[in-house]
């Protein structure tokens, strides 16, 4: 499910500010390897941001999404 989307893959329509109230953050867990999790720490500390805000900042910013 997109973040503008009522249904998976982007289909229905987007969502209205009124009908993201109440929605909460969600946690995930994914697996990445030793290389890149270095490179987002080194850029999180670059950018003076905590690992998780980064990605989640790359994730939101993402055009794939």
Known sequence: MTRF?????GEGKPLLAREMIGRKPVRI??????LTHQRL??????DGRSLSNLVAY??????IL
């Open 29 to 34: 867990t994914v697996t990445i390897s030793w």
């Open 58 to 63: 790359l994730l939101d910013e993402s055009t």
């Open 5 to 9: 989307s009522r249904t998976p893959m």
């Open 41 to 46: 720490i080194e850029k999180s500390k670059l």
